[in-house]
């Protein structure tokens, strides 16, 4: 169990710099963690049907959402998700699982979160900043 002063969350990651941000105030009300991009989404038989409900499950837990889903390019390889809840445990790197009528179509790497570094934070004291 770590100490309340010690322990630091990922936030964010920039693999294009190899760069990792921290921070020790991970759970706040005020970062909206609901909007996504994947990308190298592979669809098992078929990219899903727009017109349906899409749902999205994060991580290993339980959670499933409901969600908005938008292709960012035509080999549908690529996608925009908006998650009908907030979910703070988002990151890149972590995958994304899409189901449609309880049927798994596929999943792909989040790239990028709903949270910009100004949302994070600049502070030392709130922040770290960590090049690998």
């Given at each position: ?14 693999v294009h710099t190899n760069t990792v941000y921290v921070s ?5 009300v005020d970062k909206e963690r609901n909007l996504f991009t ?75 979160t709903g949270v910009s570094h100004a949302e994070i934070g ?11």
């Open positions: 169990m770590c100490c309340h002063l010690l322990c630091r969350y990922v936030t964010q990651k920039n020790r105030n991970y759970y706040s994947c990308e190298s989404v592979n669809w098992i038989t078929r990219p899903p049907d727009l017109a349906s409900q899409v749902m999205c499950k994060v991580r290993h837990g339980p959670v499933m959402y409901n969600c908005d889903v938008s292709f960012t390019n035509a080999d549908h390889n690529a996608v925009a998700v908006r998650l009908e809840c907030n979910d703070q445990g988002l990151a890149s790197g972590q995958f994304a699982v899409f189901y449609q009528d309880e049927i798994c179509l596929g999943s792909g790497v989040i790239q990028t600049s502070s030392v004291d709130d922040q770290t900043k960590a090049v690998l």
